[in-house]
Nanobody
Framework: QVQLVESGGGLVPVGGSLSLSCAASGSSFNKYTVGWFRQALGQEREFVIVQSWSGYVTFYADTVKGRFTISRDNAKNTLSLQAHSLKSEDTATYYC????????????????WGPGAQVTVYT
């Protein structure tokens, strides 16, 4: 069992940057594939970035490639998302997630979820 809690959401102007953090507790965090997903109002949850437990495999959504990065600190049980050059279409609730398995972009394959953090990009 892994418990996840996001922090760092908020209001950001177009073109700005934001960092989101996810604190994990429970089982050994370093054994899990982790990732960030987001859900805009009225839309389905979509994958943003996922990374395998080893860190060797990282998938980026085309919409964020070159703008968003993921990092994890297994010693501190934390996961971070660095978002730059934000666009209005990045407005969404952002979720960190974890699964005991290989990296996958499918949110339905993730067992553990944080409650989410709202990110609003304004013009």
């Amino acid at each position: 069992q892994v418990q996840l809690v996001e922090s760092g959401g908020g209001l950001v102007p177009v073109g700005g940057s934001l960092s989101l953090s996810c604190a994990a507790s429970g089982s050994s965090f370093n054994k899990y594939t982790v990732g960030w997903f987001r859900q805009a109002l009225g839309q389905e949850r979509e994958f943003v970035i996922v990374q395998s437990w080893s860190g060797y495999v990282t998938f980026y959504a085309d919409t964020v490639k070159g703008r968003f990065t993921i990092s994890r600190d297994n010693a501190k049980n934390t996961l971070s998302l660095q978002a730059h050059s934000l666009k209005s279409e990045d407005t969404a609730t952002y979720y960190c997630a974890a699964r005991d398995g290989v990296a996958t972009k499918d949110p339905n394959q993730y067992e553990y979820w944080g409650p989410g953090a709202q990110v609003t990009v304004y013009t």
